[in-house]
């Protein structure tokens, strides 16, 4: 069983930036994939980045340019760096973990409990 536990969600002002953290225990063993979801109010959750095994990142045209996903692995943490962050991405943002190999095909298996992000 993998538990996963965000933090680092707040508000901030259009073009501010923020980080997410996503501290992972449990069995984390083999191969997996990690990612970062989020979901706006009347909307469906989104992929927006994800992070293999092996530290290859993916990430949502949305995000590309402005958004990196990375993870300590000595500390069992991934982290979501956010630049230039405009109203369109408020939203909870949710940590994953699954099997896939990217965010295409990421199927999550556990999930975190969110973290609000506000952009105004």
């Known amino acids: 069983h993998v538990q996963l536990v965000e933090s680092g969600g707040g508000s901030v002002q259009t073009g501010g930036s923020l980080r997410l953290s996503c501290k992972t225990s449990g069995y984390t063993a083999g191969r997996y994939c990690m990612g970062w979801f989020r979901q706006a109010p009347g909307k469906e959750r989104e992929g927006v980045a994800s992070?293999?095994?092996?530290?290859?990142?993916a990430y949502a045209d949305s995000v590309k340019g402005r958004f990196t996903i990375s993870k300590d692995n000595a500390k069992n943490i991934l982290y979501l760096h956010m630049n230039s962050l405009n109203p369109e991405d408020t939203a909870k943002y949710y940590c994953?973990?699954?099997?896939?190999?990217?965010?295409?095909?990421?199927?999550?298996?556990?999930w975190g409990q969110g973290t609000q992000v506000t952009v105004s």
């Open positions: 992070i293999s095994t092996d530290g290859k990142p």
């Open positions: 994953a973990w699954g099997v896939g190999e990217n965010l295409a095909n990421l199927e999550p298996i556990y």
